[in-house]
């Protein structure tokens, strides 16, 4: 059910180093792949190449973030060759590209289901990153602070500050139940009305727009129909959407998600 759906969402803060930050205008693959390096360098014991044929792979932090894998007996979207991962690192939209000594940067990390738990690996990985450096000239800094955010509630807590080097256990979580339109209105959470987006859609009227704009604030690529949209209709986007809600939901929170996907395409090709 959608009113299970669990994420934690933290921003990162980090403080150019001595030297400063040079860094493209798009950072999302510069802290991407920089961490991803970082992470599997500080997780993996067994240094093979392919965690798929790892004996330790379903046990592996690395493998679980960043090569997520069906595990063995996969019925549900078992013909996925691999999932969609648990985690999510929202970039600056800023375009700036250098940062001067101790000038901050900020970014979002959002963790889905299970891998809110792996968070303690998330935060040693950034700092070993900083002390590696990234960007042009692989540059040092260092990690100021990581707050915890609920976006829907409007609540924020730190949770760890350079100058204590401590991590507090607090943790603010954005629930499917938190959502506006997914739980019951009235009454205990047993009486949650059913979790299906197309129980709350509704056909168009006079006074309301039939028409919805939508602007990609970064790089996207959708596909459909086995190859790369050069277009991106409504219905592709919400197909991919759905898909990617799936799979999140079986392998990222145990449970199968029962929505008419058919009939939420079909009113989607008309918008």
Same mark, same amino acid.
Not at 80 to 93: G, H
Not at 134 to 139: C, D, L
Not at 153 to 162: D, F, G, H, P, Q
């Given at each position: 059910?959608?009113?299970?759906?669990?994420?934690?969402?933290?921003?990162?803060?980090?403080?150019?180093?001595?030297?400063?930050?040079?860094?493209?205008?798009?950072?999302?693959?510069?802290?991407?792949?920089?961490?991803?390096?970082?992470?599997?360098?500080?997780?993996?014991?067994?240094?093979?190449?392919?965690?798929?044929?790892?004996?330790?792979?379903?046990?592996?932090?690395? %493998?679980?973030?960043?090569?997520?894998?069906?595990?063995?007996?996969?019925?549900?979207?078992?013909?996925?060759?691999?999932?969609?991962?648990?985690?999510?690192?929202?970039?600056?939209?800023?375009?700036?590209?250098?940062?001067?000594?101790?000038?901050?940067?900020?970014?979002?990390?959002?963790?889905?289901?299970?891998?809110?738990?792996?968070?303690?690996?998330?935060?040693?990985?950034?700092?070993?990153?900083?002390?590696?450096?990234?960007?042009?000239?692989?540059?040092?800094?260092?990690?100021?602070?990581?707050?915890?955010?609920?976006?829907?509630?409007?609540?924020?807590?730190?949770?760890?500050?350079?100058?204590?080097?401590?991590?507090?256990?607090?943790?603010?979580?954005?629930?499917?139940?938190?959502?506006?339109?997914?739980?019951?209105?009235?009454?205990?959470?047993?009486?949650?009305?059913?979790?299906?987006?197309?129980?709350?859609?509704?056909?168009?009227?006079?006074?309301?727009?039939?028409?919805? %704009?939508?602007?990609?604030?970064?790089?996207?690529?959708?596909?459909?129909?086995?190859?790369?949209?050069?277009?991106?209709?409504?219905?592709?986007?919400?197909?991919?959407?759905?898909?990617?809600?799936?799979?999140?939901?079986?392998?990222?929170?145990?449970?199968?998600?029962?929505?008419?996907?058919?009939?939420?395409?079909?009113? %989607?090709?008309?918008?």
């Amino acid at each position: 059910m959608l009113v299970n759906f669990r994420v934690a969402i933290y921003e990162i803060i980090l403080a150019a180093g001595r030297e400063g930050l040079i860094l493209p205008p798009y950072k999302g693959s510069t802290l991407r792949g920089g961490f991803g390096r970082v992470f599997q360098r500080i997780t993996c014991t067994s240094r093979q190449k392919d965690c798929r044929a790892c004996l330790l792979s379903q046990h592996c932090p690395y %493998a679980y973030i960043f090569e997520t894998s069906p595990p063995p007996g996969s019925e549900a979207l078992r013909n996925y060759d691999n999932v969609p991962r648990p985690f999510v690192l929202e970039p600056p939209l800023e375009e700036k590209t250098f940062y001067r000594p101790g000038e901050t940067l900020a970014f979002r990390l959002i963790l889905i289901g299970k891998a809110v738990s792996y968070l303690p690996y998330f935060i040693v990985v950034f700092k070993e990153l900083g002390e590696m450096g990234i960007g042009k000239g692989r540059k040092k800094y260092r990690l100021k602070e990581i707050v915890a955010v609920d976006p829907l509630k409007n609540r924020r807590a730190s949770i760890y500050l350079e100058q204590d080097r401590m991590v507090r256990n607090i943790e603010l979580p954005v629930r499917g139940s938190d959502i506006p339109g997914l739980a019951g209105l009235y009454g205990s959470p047993e009486d949650l009305l059913p979790a299906s987006p197309e129980s709350f859609l509704r056909q168009p009227t006079a006074t309301e727009p039939h028409r919805l %704009a939508i602007d990609f604030l970064t790089m996207t690529r959708l596909k459909y129909a086995e190859a790369y949209a050069g277009k991106i209709e409504f219905h592709v986007l919400i197909r991919n959407l759905l898909r990617r809600l799936s799979s999140l939901a079986y392998f990222h929170h145990g449970e199968e998600l029962e929505l008419d996907f058919t009939g939420l395409i079909a009113r %989607a090709a008309g918008v």
